[in-house]
Nanobody
Framework: QVQLVESGGGLVQPGGSLKLSCAAS????????MAWYRQAPAKQRELVAV???????NYADSVKGRFTISRDNAKNTVDLQMNSLKPEDTAVYYC?????????????WGQGTQVTVSS
């Protein structure tokens, strides 16, 4: 059974920091691209950051220079360090694992963790 469990969300003031973690089980973690998405109220879910199997990363323009994604293949975890948080970063943050192998897609999501940036 595949599980992605996020943790680390909460309430933080503008300019503050939070670190989200996602622990994966039931998959061969090294085979999967890992990503963080977020969904704000009344908005579509959007990609925040992705870390590929080889370790390269991509970020949404809105978080570049503020957020850092990293993976630990030994611990089967992916983290999102969020600095200089803004109220517009408020959303539910989701962890996603993705693999495309021999034309077959495998995709798994966590349950989400709430991040609220407010004074």
């Amino acid at each position: 059974q595949v599980q992605l469990v996020e943790s680390g969300g909460g309430l933080v003031q503008p300019g503050g920091s939070l670190k989200l973690s996602c622990a994966a089980s039931g998959i061969i973690f090294n085979d999967y691209t890992m990503a963080w998405y977020r969904q704000a109220p009344a908005k579509q879910r959007e990609l925040v950051a992705v870390v590929f199997i080889g370790g390269s990363t991509n970020y949404a323009d809105s978080v570049k220079g503020r957020f850092t994604i990293s993976r630990d293949n030994a611990k089967n975890t992916v983290d999102l360090q969020m600095n200089s948080l803004k109220p517009e970063d408020t959303a539910v943050y989701y962890c996603k694992a993705y693999r495309l192998r021999i034309g077959i897609e495998s995709e798994y999501w966590g349950q989400g963790t709430q991040v609220t940036v407010s004074s």
